[in-house]
Protein backbone atom coordinates (compact mmCIF):
# COMPACT_ATOMS: atom_id res chain seq x y z
CA UNK A 1 0.00 0.00 0.00
CA UNK A 2 1.46 3.42 -0.78
CA UNK A 3 2.36 5.71 2.12
CA UNK A 4 4.01 8.66 2.91
CA UNK A 5 7.65 8.54 4.23
CA UNK A 6 9.53 10.92 6.19
CA UNK A 7 13.18 11.90 7.70
CA UNK A 8 14.37 11.55 9.85
CA UNK A 9 12.22 9.83 12.27
CA UNK A 10 13.68 11.95 15.24
CA UNK A 11 15.86 15.38 15.70
CA UNK A 12 17.77 17.08 18.02
CA UNK A 13 19.03 20.35 17.36
CA UNK A 14 20.20 23.15 19.23
CA UNK A 15 18.33 26.35 19.26
CA UNK A 16 19.06 28.68 16.63
CA UNK A 17 20.03 26.08 14.14
CA UNK A 18 18.15 25.33 10.97
CA UNK A 19 16.38 22.18 10.39
CA UNK A 20 14.85 20.44 7.62
CA UNK A 21 12.12 17.48 7.65
CA UNK A 22 11.73 15.39 4.35
CA UNK A 23 8.80 13.79 3.48
CA UNK A 24 8.25 11.78 0.26
CA UNK A 25 4.56 12.04 -0.87
CA UNK A 26 2.58 9.52 -2.50
CA UNK A 27 3.20 9.42 -5.83
CA UNK A 28 0.13 10.14 -7.77
CA UNK A 29 -1.06 12.54 -4.89
CA UNK A 30 -1.39 16.51 -5.63
CA UNK A 31 -1.97 18.47 -2.28
CA UNK A 32 0.56 18.37 0.14
CA UNK A 33 0.69 19.26 3.81
CA UNK A 34 2.74 19.61 7.00
CA UNK A 35 1.02 19.91 10.64
CA UNK A 36 2.54 19.55 13.73
CA UNK A 37 1.37 17.91 17.06
CA UNK A 38 3.22 19.17 19.94
CA UNK A 39 2.96 16.24 22.55
CA UNK A 40 -0.36 15.72 24.15
CA UNK A 41 -1.83 18.96 22.21
CA UNK A 42 -3.94 18.34 19.13
CA UNK A 43 -2.49 18.02 15.74
CA UNK A 44 -2.58 22.02 14.27
CA UNK A 45 -2.45 22.67 10.48
CA UNK A 46 0.92 24.45 9.25
CA UNK A 47 0.70 24.67 5.42
CA UNK A 48 -0.89 23.05 2.62
CA UNK A 49 0.98 22.85 -1.05
CA UNK A 50 -0.29 22.93 -4.23
CA UNK A 51 0.96 23.45 -7.86
CA UNK A 52 4.37 24.18 -6.60
CA UNK A 53 2.95 27.33 -4.32
CA UNK A 54 1.74 27.44 -1.17
CA UNK A 55 -2.26 27.35 -0.92
CA UNK A 56 -2.95 28.64 2.80
CA UNK A 57 -0.65 28.95 5.84
CA UNK A 58 -1.17 29.20 9.50
CA UNK A 59 -0.78 32.07 11.95
CA UNK A 60 2.04 29.63 13.37
CA UNK A 61 4.06 28.85 9.84
CA UNK A 62 5.80 32.36 10.49
CA UNK A 63 8.68 33.95 8.18
CA UNK A 64 11.33 31.02 9.94
CA UNK A 65 9.44 28.34 8.03
CA UNK A 66 9.06 27.44 4.74
CA UNK A 67 8.35 24.60 2.21
CA UNK A 68 10.04 23.29 -1.12
CA UNK A 69 8.96 20.65 -3.57
CA UNK A 70 12.77 20.47 -5.03
CA UNK A 71 12.48 17.69 -7.08
CA UNK A 72 9.07 16.65 -8.23
CA UNK A 73 9.00 13.89 -5.24
CA UNK A 74 10.50 15.71 -1.95
CA UNK A 75 8.55 17.92 -0.39
CA UNK A 76 10.58 19.96 2.38
CA UNK A 77 9.91 22.06 5.38
CA UNK A 78 12.53 24.17 6.92
CA UNK A 79 12.75 25.93 9.60
CA UNK A 80 15.48 28.45 9.73
CA UNK A 81 16.47 29.43 13.13
CA UNK A 82 14.55 26.99 15.59
CA UNK A 83 13.39 28.11 19.26
CA UNK A 84 12.35 25.30 21.88
CA UNK A 85 8.79 26.24 21.25
CA UNK A 86 9.18 24.22 17.53
CA UNK A 87 9.83 21.25 19.76
CA UNK A 88 7.27 18.81 18.12
CA UNK A 89 6.15 16.16 16.01
CA UNK A 90 6.19 17.30 12.63
CA UNK A 91 3.92 15.16 9.91
CA UNK A 92 3.65 15.29 6.48
CA UNK A 93 0.21 14.54 4.61
CA UNK A 94 -0.60 14.29 1.11
CA UNK A 95 -4.26 14.36 -0.68
CA UNK A 96 -5.25 12.97 -4.13
CA UNK A 97 -8.43 15.17 -4.02
CA UNK A 98 -8.70 18.57 -5.55
CA UNK A 99 -9.83 20.88 -1.86
CA UNK A 100 -9.22 19.17 1.07
CA UNK A 101 -11.97 16.26 1.68
CA UNK A 102 -10.80 15.05 5.15
CA UNK A 103 -9.14 12.09 3.11
CA UNK A 104 -5.22 13.15 4.03
CA UNK A 105 -2.57 10.66 4.32
CA UNK A 106 -0.06 11.14 7.15
CA UNK A 107 3.54 10.01 7.81
CA UNK A 108 4.68 8.69 10.80
CA UNK A 109 5.97 11.61 11.57
CA UNK A 110 9.85 13.85 12.41
CA UNK A 111 9.64 14.17 16.37
CA UNK A 112 12.24 17.23 16.58
CA UNK A 113 13.43 17.92 19.84
CA UNK A 114 14.82 21.70 20.25
CA UNK A 115 17.65 22.17 23.16
CA UNK B 1 -14.73 30.12 14.66
CA UNK B 2 -12.53 27.42 13.83
CA UNK B 3 -11.90 25.33 16.96
CA UNK B 4 -13.56 21.94 17.19
CA UNK B 5 -14.04 21.37 20.85
CA UNK B 6 -13.66 17.44 21.71
CA UNK B 7 -14.66 15.16 25.05
CA UNK B 8 -14.08 13.67 26.81
CA UNK B 9 -10.10 13.69 26.88
CA UNK B 10 -9.62 10.62 28.23
CA UNK B 11 -12.06 7.43 28.26
CA UNK B 12 -11.46 3.88 29.26
CA UNK B 13 -14.11 1.06 28.49
CA UNK B 14 -14.27 -2.97 29.47
CA UNK B 15 -14.09 -4.87 26.16
CA UNK B 16 -17.10 -4.95 24.51
CA UNK B 17 -18.22 -1.61 25.72
CA UNK B 18 -19.49 0.93 23.08
CA UNK B 19 -16.82 4.53 23.77
CA UNK B 20 -18.61 7.28 23.04
CA UNK B 21 -16.79 10.57 21.31
CA UNK B 22 -17.84 13.44 20.92
CA UNK B 23 -17.11 16.74 19.30
CA UNK B 24 -18.70 20.26 18.82
CA UNK B 25 -17.89 23.08 15.91
CA UNK B 26 -18.77 26.70 15.43
CA UNK B 27 -18.20 27.37 11.75
CA UNK B 28 -21.17 26.76 9.68
CA UNK B 29 -19.20 26.58 6.71
CA UNK B 30 -17.42 23.39 7.80
CA UNK B 31 -19.15 20.20 5.14
CA UNK B 32 -16.74 17.37 6.21
CA UNK B 33 -16.40 15.34 9.41
CA UNK B 34 -13.47 12.53 9.20
CA UNK B 35 -12.55 10.86 12.26
CA UNK B 36 -8.62 9.79 12.63
CA UNK B 37 -7.03 7.24 14.91
CA UNK B 38 -3.20 7.68 15.96
CA UNK B 39 -1.44 5.06 17.81
CA UNK B 40 1.77 5.69 20.20
CA UNK B 41 4.59 7.12 17.60
CA UNK B 42 2.44 6.53 14.22
CA UNK B 43 0.76 9.69 12.03
CA UNK B 44 -3.29 10.28 12.64
CA UNK B 45 -4.74 7.31 10.25
CA UNK B 46 -8.27 7.96 8.50
CA UNK B 47 -10.92 5.85 10.09
CA UNK B 48 -14.39 7.16 9.08
CA UNK B 49 -16.02 10.50 8.12
CA UNK B 50 -19.27 11.93 7.25
CA UNK B 51 -21.01 15.05 5.44
CA UNK B 52 -23.73 16.68 7.00
CA UNK B 53 -26.41 15.83 4.59
CA UNK B 54 -26.48 12.16 6.51
CA UNK B 55 -27.10 12.28 9.66
CA UNK B 56 -25.33 8.55 10.41
CA UNK B 57 -22.62 6.76 8.88
CA UNK B 58 -21.51 3.21 9.47
CA UNK B 59 -18.26 1.47 8.74
CA UNK B 60 -17.84 -1.99 10.50
CA UNK B 61 -17.74 -1.12 13.60
CA UNK B 62 -17.40 2.86 13.59
CA UNK B 63 -20.46 4.65 13.54
CA UNK B 64 -20.39 8.50 13.38
CA UNK B 65 -23.84 10.28 14.54
CA UNK B 66 -23.95 13.45 13.30
CA UNK B 67 -26.48 16.35 14.21
CA UNK B 68 -26.37 19.17 12.07
CA UNK B 69 -28.79 21.59 14.11
CA UNK B 70 -26.78 21.34 16.82
CA UNK B 71 -23.61 21.53 15.76
CA UNK B 72 -22.65 18.10 16.44
CA UNK B 73 -21.10 15.15 15.86
CA UNK B 74 -19.78 11.62 17.95
CA UNK B 75 -17.89 8.42 17.10
CA UNK B 76 -19.21 5.25 18.54
CA UNK B 77 -17.23 2.28 18.50
CA UNK B 78 -19.28 -0.91 18.96
CA UNK B 79 -17.96 -3.85 20.55
CA UNK B 80 -14.59 -2.37 21.39
CA UNK B 81 -11.46 -4.31 21.77
CA UNK B 82 -8.60 -3.93 23.45
CA UNK B 83 -6.90 -3.28 20.14
CA UNK B 84 -9.05 -0.42 19.56
CA UNK B 85 -6.76 1.68 22.04
CA UNK B 86 -5.54 4.48 20.49
CA UNK B 87 -6.21 8.49 20.51
CA UNK B 88 -9.42 9.43 18.51
CA UNK B 89 -9.23 12.97 16.88
CA UNK B 90 -11.89 14.54 15.00
CA UNK B 91 -12.03 17.21 12.35
CA UNK B 92 -13.62 19.58 10.36
CA UNK B 93 -13.08 21.61 7.31
CA UNK B 94 -15.05 23.33 4.97
CA UNK B 95 -14.05 22.66 0.82
CA UNK B 96 -12.87 25.73 0.41
CA UNK B 97 -10.51 25.55 2.77
CA UNK B 98 -6.79 23.59 2.38
CA UNK B 99 -6.87 22.48 5.99
CA UNK B 100 -8.13 20.29 8.66
CA UNK B 101 -9.24 21.97 12.15
CA UNK B 102 -8.23 19.16 14.51
CA UNK B 103 -10.27 18.21 17.98
CA UNK B 104 -8.12 17.84 21.13
CA UNK B 105 -8.25 14.20 21.36
CA UNK B 106 -9.44 11.64 23.21
CA UNK B 107 -7.01 8.78 24.54
CA UNK B 108 -9.25 6.02 24.43
CA UNK B 109 -8.00 2.61 26.37
CA UNK B 110 -10.03 -0.63 26.33
CA UNK B 111 -9.58 -3.26 29.04
CA UNK B 112 -9.35 -6.80 28.24
Known amino acids: EPEVTQTPSHQVTQMGQEVILRCVPI?????FYWYRQILGQKVEFLVSFYNNEISEKSEIFDDQFSVERPDGSNFTLKIRSTKLEDSAMYFC?????????????FGEGSRLTVL | QQQVKQSPQSLIVQKGGIPIINCAYE??????FPWYQQFPGKGPALLIA?????SEKKEGRFTISFNKSAKQFSLHIMDSQPGDSATYFC???????????FGQGTRLTINP
Open chain 2, 50 to 54: IRPDV
Open chain 1, 27 to 31: SNHLY
Open chain 2, 91 to 101: AASDGGAQKLV
Open chain 1, 93 to 105: ASSPSKGITGELF
Open chain 2, 27 to 32: NTAFDY
